[in-house]
């Protein structure tokens, strides 16, 4: 008897679609919100990498010279 309300519970528990629209917002935003912070420490990666590489050009002792290991930042 206690098993034939629990199927019937979840029966009407797999056709109930009362939140289904807040949870797939809920889901959604978590991707666009991993997805932009991918995005960002790519970006601060490939940044530092560019700035890095335009100081040792500038602070170079000559123009066909490199600046260094020591000014790695």
Known sequence: MILYYEIMWFSRFIKDESGQAV???LLALL???SIVGLMKSFLKVLT???WSLFAKKIA???VACDA???FDL
């Open 60 to 62: 170079a002792p000559c």
């Open 68 to 70: 260094g290991a020591e």
């Open 48 to 50: 530092a990498k560019l």
């Open 31 to 33: 991707a666009v919100i």
């Open 23 to 25: 949870l797939e917002f």
